[in-house]
Nanobody, 123 residues
């Protein structure tokens, strides 16, 4: 199927910056919308940012003006640049990809999740 490999998580001080990346590999016809989600302990998983193959973006209200999502279609990779980080940004960040696939079992669009990467914003 499709595998999503994330990198870039870590510890950063409030006001600092961090960059995440997510590379897709496997058997797929194309990658469509890609997205970043996050989940803090005790909270629901929430959407952070989405991006279409053409580059149209949307952001969650809490990160508008601070985070930027981008993608490199040739590398099948999506990025999340996080600036002006706040303690409330602390969460596990997950990559999500909508992929058109064709296998002996499936022909259509499926959604895949990365393993998640921890982002901690603290003094």
């Amino acid at each position: 199927q499709v595998q999503l490999v994330e990198s870039g998580g870590g510890l950063v001080q409030p006001g600092g910056s961090l960059s995440l990346s997510c590379a897709a590999s496997g058997a797929f016809i194309s990658l469509n919308r890609m997205a970043w989600y996050r989940q803090a302990p005790g909270n629901q998983r929430e959407v952070v940012a989405t991006i279409t193959r053409a580059g149209v973006t949307n952001y969650g209200d809490s990160v508008k003006g601070r985070f930027t999502i981008s993608r490199d279609n040739a590398k099948n990779t999506v990025y999340l640049q996080m600036n002006s980080l706040k303690p409330e940004d602390t969460a596990v960040y997950y990559c999500n990809a909508e992929a058109s696939v064709s296998t002996r079992q499936v022909l259509g669009v499926l959604y895949y999740w990365g393993q998640g990467t921890q982002v901690t914003v603290s003094s």
